[in-house]
């Protein structure tokens, strides 16, 4: 099976009759960027993993594990990537925690960062900033700049850079990745970049940006269609730290030679391995992945009908003519540098969202940043819909 964007753009979305169960053709779901639907397969991953806990009880986990390498798989397609290992996680901030935990920072006690950076990155750095780290924050706007204020920042002290593929407050790709993995490889720094709101909308990948030494974490609660519980950390094959947070799911492959007096590590993606989990959501996950592979749902193909549905929000919100005092587009961002949601800045974004919600519209919105985020099962006359409630929303105010 495979769609064009006609198919989608069309009174009836045609990829909508998989979503039924979310209803997806009835409601005006703009908050893509933070959650999207599930298809409709993704209950059967679901019932599955009952089928099996039921039929096989504790020996489900033979079966959870090979859900698990379909999840790896999965993620390591969208990242373009064939020499990474792939840990698997709840969250992206479990998975943070290890990978800091396996950073030296007695001996490099610097981390550099931005100041957009979603809040699993801000607030741990934050906090560890409290305790003596030092934590270094570039500006990320404007986006051209921050390849280079890395760079001046970087150091022989510097145990690691953490940055954004996608920022999560203004939808803005960072452009300058390659080049700050070169200036980490530089200062013998490892770099961690965060790709949540890159993955599925707009196409990443691992050898044509040459990150094949960075980490990389992201999950599936957003433009993945996975749902909660499925997040990853990819690494490179030649890492060989200790990670500190460490769980007994690593043990499970320990064929390296142990030292005496020391915790042992297993091999591969079990460097980083965790324990105990609920393995629902992997059956579920890997439902959505062969879904999206058997639907001829590219990360390409996304990522037109996620350019087509910006211009489409963009082009509509300007056709309002609202006042630029109480709420605007920024003109300087170009169609290409945003990835998978529309910003419009106002200083009454919370009360614009509430009343969008009041009105069917769902919307969420960061400090004065108004967020669309549309999704490939909605129709044009959706998105229009939708504009034509924000037009009076804002116009009725006081």
């Known amino acids: 099976m495979s769609y064009t964007i006609d198919d989608l753009k069309g009174p009836h979305n045609k990829l909508s009759d ?23 397969v993704a209950f059967n991953g ?32 969208l990242l373009d990537d064939e020499k990474g290992y792939i840990a698997l996680g709840a969250n992206t901030h479990e998975l943070l925690i290890r990978f800091l935990s396996a950073l030296d ?19 741990q750095l934050a906090r560890l900033g409290e305790e003596g780290i030092e934590v270094i924050r570039v500006p990320s706007r404007p986006v051209e700049d921050i390849a280079e204020q890395i760079a001046k920042q970087l150091d022989d002290k510097t145990a690691a850079v953490l940055v954004s593929s996608v920022f999560f ?34 196409p990443f990948s691992v050898k044509e940006a040459g990150l094949q030494n960075a980490f990389i974490t992201g999950g599936g ?65 890997a439902e959505v992945f062969r879904f999206f592979t058997e ?25 309002l003519d609202l006042p630029e005092s109480i709420i605007h587009l920024d003109g300087n961002i170009q169609p290409e540098q945003r990835a998978g949601f529309l910003v419009l800045h106002t ?26 985020g549309p999704a490939p099962y909605l129709s044009d006359g959706q998105l229009t819909g939708a504009m034509a409630i924000l037009g009076k929303v804002v116009k009725s105010l006081k």
């Open 18 to 40: 998989q979503y039924r169960d979310f209803n997806v053709s009835k409601r005006l779901l703009l908050s893509g960027h933070s959650h999207q639907a599930w298809p409709d």
């Open 46 to 77: 679901m019932k599955r993993a009952w089928e099996d806990a039921a039929l096989q009880v504790d020996e489900k986990w033979g079966r959870a594990f090979d859900k698990a390498g379909e999840v790896r798989n999965g993620f390591a397609r």
């Open 105 to 123: 920072l007695r001996k490099r006690p610097r981390l550099i960062t931005t100041d957009g950076e979603f809040h699993t990155i801000r607030r």
């Open 169 to 202: 407050e203004t939808g803005v790709i960072n452009p300058g990745l390659g080049l700050i993995a070169e200036k980490c490889a530089l200062h013998g720094a490892e770099l961690l970049v965060d790709t949540y709101h890159s993955l599925n909308v707009a």
């Open 221 to 285: 609660y957003k433009y993945c269609q996975l749902g909660e519980g499925n997040c990853f950390l990819r690494f490179p094959q030649h890492f060989r730290g200790r990670p500190v947070i460490t769980g007994w799911f690593s043990e499970f492959s320990l064929l390296a030679e142990k030292k005496s007096g020391q915790v042992a590590y297993g091999q591969n993606e079990d460097l980083f391995a965790g324990s105990t989990y609920d393995p629902v959501s992997h059956y579920r996950a």
């Open 295 to 319: 639907q001829g749902l590219t990360p390409e193909f996304l990522r037109q009908v996620s350019l087509h549905q910006i211009g489409l929000l963009a082009g509509e919100f300007l056709k």
């Open 347 to 372: 200083t009454k974004a919370g009360e614009i969202h509430t009343q969008l919600a009041e009105a069917g519209v769902l919307t969420d919105y960061r400090g004065n940043s108004l967020r669309f």
